[in-house]
């Protein structure tokens, strides 16, 4: 059974440093791996796809990397704003086609 | 309205209460998904609906009841829930192919309180 785990729980930074967020998973056999970020009672948004083949992926600040046999994902963001306070998510895609879910990462960014 | 919807997106509900989720996905995707999100816990994926059938039923109690009447709507129907039922309710939709699975878009979520 596919396991997620995201650490730390929860992390406060600086504005302005750069900061990275880690995902680990028990099964390598995946299909892909999404970054989600959610604001406090909100759904989720879908911030960077990488499918099993890549190593990584940027969107803007944003960078994640896949490291497929070691079972770890990183999502690095550079030059942290107050406006990227959320929790982050990390979810792998399975052979079953299911999306399994770490707990996140709840990230505060100081003013 | 573009994206993924849902109504309502708050909910307070007696035990004996019957309600319903309504979750509307404007993407043109083939396949919907209900996930049920608790404090402190993992997302965990409830129903999976491919071309409106369901092909996955997550050991979900019959309380939950979902309905997938085309390709853009998705219903939860709920009866008899109890208190721990209480969570925030996600739709999402996605595209699913010969190649595989692409992304899930999720809606903002119905916040659930069963009193």
């Known amino acids: 059974k596919q396991e997620v785990t995201q650490i730390p729980a929860a992390l406060s930074v600086p504005e302005g440093e750069n900061l990275v967020l880690n995902c680990s998973f028990t099964?390598?056999?995946?299909?892909?791996l999404q970054w989600f970020r959610q604001d406090p009672g909100k759904g989720l948004t879908s911030l960077l796809l990488i499918q099993s083949s890549q190593r990584e992926q940027t969107s803007g600040r944003l960078n994640a990397s896949l490291d497929k046999s070691s079972g770890r994902s990183t999502l690095y963001i550079a030059a942290s704003q107050p406006g990227d306070s959320a929790t982050y998510l990390c979810?792998?895609?399975?052979?079953?086609?299911?999306?399994?879910f770490g707990t996140g990462t709840r990230l505060t960014i100081i003013p | 309205e573009t994206g993924v919807t849902q109504t309502p997106r708050h909910l307070v509900m007696g035990m004996t209460n019957k309600k319903s989720l309504k979750c509307e996905q404007h993407?043109?995707?083939?396949?919907m998904y209900w996930y049920k999100q608790s404090a402190k816990k993992p997302l965990e994926l409830m129903f999976v609906?491919?071309?409106?059938?369901?092909?996955e039923n997550n050991s979900v109690p019959s309380r939950f009841s979902p309905e997938c009447p085309n390709s853009s709507h998705l219903f939860l129907h709920l009866h008899t829930l109890q208190p721990e039922d209480s969570a925030l309710y996600l739709c999402?939709?996605?595209?699913?192919?010969?190649?595989?699975?692409?992304?899930?878009?999720f809606g903002p979520g119905t916040r659930l309180t069963v009193t």
């Open positions: 609906y491919n071309f409106k059938e369901q092909t």
């Open positions: 999402a939709s996605s595209q699913v192919g010969q190649s595989g699975t692409y992304e899930q878009y």
């Open positions: 099964d390598s056999a995946i299909y892909n």
């Open positions: 979810a792998v895609r399975g052979g079953n086609e299911k999306l399994t």
């Open positions: 993407l043109g995707h083939n396949a």
